[in-house]
Structures are given as structure tokens and as C-alpha cells.
């Protein structure tokens, strides 16, 4: 009950965040009227003088445990927000707004990973969790209006990052959603993102591996021109050895089976180099990095080395 107080007195309504800009996090409510059933919560730091252009900076809440209780995401993504993570880290450095959605991940619903955004989760077809990546990218539609009678205007595009869970989530968000992303970063991705190919091998990939249901889930062939001008940092820590592949919530035993065949059973270093390998013979603009010294976290210089990424990305003339 102590932590719940502690998270209400930080979090403003919107009317008052509006009045005293000074109130740097603000929860905005479900709306299912505008295409959203779970709440979201919005960072907005000092605009930095001579800072890049605005852009809202999107990381997904990833509480790493299920829980049927939604206060519980909701406090982690309330510190996600506000005092930890890549994206918190990368606002303040940039001046940037951040959203960070407070997604659910229910116990009650087996090997349904929604802070992954997995297929189970890709797959629901009805009740509050149908297609949480398009209410997420109703909650930005959301924000960048808000953002704008802040006088905090933003591109109609998003930066989108995340660690772990919402690493994977940022991945696949960028694959579902080509056309939104101007730029995407993400790391401790246990060796393997998807990879934008329909099979290799003679074997099918479908999602969250790869392309060959991806009309089929989205409704729309696979944009690959747009994809394939997106910047891309992904990064992992040469001591990290959390494999989420290993385990059922994460990959079922087919999705895990093919990941071993085609990529390697052992994450560091095999199987993180067998897809930078696929992304090489593809030509994409996907930067790969591996962090020595390092396991399953961040620390100072990756925060640093992601907004700067993302300062590089934003400040670059775009290519149409």
C-alpha cells in the first residue's frame, strides 16, 4: 500500500500536468472511444536548449513477472517512466517525451507474453488485449495531440526503444508498423530479434521469427522499402546469458526447435552472430553492437550510446 500512495502522488491529472509544466509525469486513462483499454503514462523532461528535433520516444513496460493485478505493471511502468530504463535515460538526455503504455500481463492467461508482444499475444482476436500494438500506436496518436496543446509539437513519426521484454516488443513493433518508426533501438534480446525473411531452409518463419503470416496477422503485405530505411540499434551484453528462448512463455517448442536449428542453440556468441549474418547478406540498416563486461542490463555508456543514436538518427536529413 506504501508503494501505491508513493506512485499517486507523483502521477497528475492532465488539466493539472497542463496548468504546471514543472509536473514532468502524467497518466493519461484508458479510452477505448480512441482505441485504447489499458492507461499510459507520459514523460515530458525540460526541453533541452539547441536539443534535436521533437519526437515522442516510446518504451513499452515490461514488469517481468505475470500478474493478474494491474497496479502491479502499473508500478513498474510508472518506474520505467520516471526513474529507470533506456527510455527514461534517453528523454532526459534529449529533451524527448516518453510514453510508456501500462500494458498487462496476465498470470490467469498461459504463455501469453504481452511485454513481448509474442504470438500468443499477436494472436488475440477479441476482449482488452486484441492487437495491442495498434492501441499503442493509438496512444501515441493520442499523445502527439496532447503534446501539442503543451506547445511540445512532435513528428508524426516515433522513436521506439526497450530493454529485454520491451526490447523484443520494439523489434516486432517495428516490423508490424514499418510506416510509424523513424528510428528503433533495443537490447538484451536473447541472442535473436525476428528476421525479415518469409523462410530459410526450407523452413517457414512466421511471427514473431519472420515474415510468412505476416499479411495474414497485419492485413497488408510486408512493407519492406519502408522497413528497410529504418535505423536500427541492437545490442546485446557478452556476459548476458537470460534466454528467454528457453522457455514456453517466451517461444513455444516450435518457435524454440527452429531458433536452434537455424540459429544456434547457444545465445553468446552463436547465435546472436548467425542473425547479425542474415541482416548482413540483407543489406539493412541495422547496427549491431555487443557490450564487453557486461550481462543482462545496462548501464551509463549504453544509455549514452542509444541517445546518441537516436540524436544522430533525428538530426539527419531524411531520405523519402
Same mark, same amino acid.
Given at each position: 500500500?506504501?508503494?501505491?500512495? %508513493?506512485?499517486?502522488?507523483?502521477? *497528475?491529472?492532465? &488539466? @493539472? ?7 514532468? =509525469? $502524467? ?19 525540460k ?17 517481468g ?14 518506474? %520505467?517512466?520516471?526513474?529507470?530504463? *533506456?527510455?527514461? &535515460? @534517453? ?7 516518453? =510514453? $510508456? ?23 488475440i482476436?477479441e ?9 499503442l ?11 501539442a496543446?503543451?506547445g ?11 530493454f ?41 518463419l ?16 510486408f ?8 535505423p ?89
Amino acid at each position: 500500500m506504501r508503494t501505491c500512495g %508513493a506512485i499517486t502522488s507523483i502521477l *497528475v491529472s492532465f &488539466a @493539472v500536468f497542463r496548468a504546471a509544466i514543472a509536473a514532468e =509525469l $502524467v497518466e493519461m486513462p484508458a479510452d477505448s472511444q480512441k482505441g485504447f483499454e489499458f492507461p499510459y503514462l507520459l514523460f515530458v523532461p525540460k526541453q533541452v536548449e539547441g536539443g534535436p528535433p521533437q519526437y515522442l520516444l516510446i518504451e513499452t513496460n515490461n514488469t517481468g513477472i505475470p500478474d493478474d493485478n494491474l497496479e502491479v505493471h502499473r508500478a513498474a511502468a510508472v518506474r %520505467a517512466a520516471k526513474d529507470s530504463g *533506456v527510455g527514461n &535515460a @534517453v528523454a532526459n538526455h534529449l529533451g524527448i517525451p516518453l =510514453l $510508456v503504455p501500462v500494458f498487462p500481463r496476465p498470470k490467469s492467461i498461459e504463455n501469453v507474453y504481452t511485454h513481448m508482444l509474442d504470438r500468443d499475444t499477436i494472436l488475440i482476436r477479441e476482449g482488452p488485449l486484441r492487437r495491442i500494438d495498434l492501441q499503442l500506436v493509438a496512444m501515441a496518436h493520442d499523445a502527439k495531440h496532447r503534446l501539442a496543446d503543451l506547445g511540445r509539437p512532435v513528428s508524426d513519426k516515433v522513436l521506439i526503444t526497450g530493454f529485454s521484454a520491451s526490447g523484443k516488443f520494439a523489434n516486432h513493433f517495428t516490423f508490424l508498423h514499418p510506416e510509424l518508426v523513424a528510428a528503433a533501438a533495443y537490447g538484451g534480446l536473447n541472442g535473436f530479434i525476428m528476421v525479415p525473411l518469409q523462410e530459410m531452409r526450407s523452413e517457414r518463419l512466421e511471427f514473431p521469427l519472420g515474415l510468412s503470416d505476416y499479411e495474414q496477422i497485419t492485413g497488408r503485405p510486408f512493407d519492406r522499402a519502408t522497413y528497410s530505411r529504418i535505423p536500427q540499434f541492437a545490442y546485446m551484453g557478452e556476459q548476458d546469458d537470460n534466454d528467454a528462448v528457453l522457455y514456453d512463455d517466451g517461444y513455444p517448442e516450435p518457435e524454440r526447435s527452429l531458433i536452434f536449428k537455424l540459429f544456434g542453440r547457444k545465445m553468446m556468441p552463436d547465435r546472436w552472430e548467425a542473425v547479425q549474418a542474415v541482416y548482413r547478406e540483407q543489406k539493412l540498416p541495422v547496427q549491431f553492437k555487443t557490450y564487453s563486461a557486461i550481462g543482462h542490463g545496462t548501464d551509463r555508456r549504453i544509455n549514452a550510446d542509444v541517445a546518441d543514436f537516436f540524436r544522430r538518427v533525428i538530426q539527419q536529413p531524411r531520405k523519402t
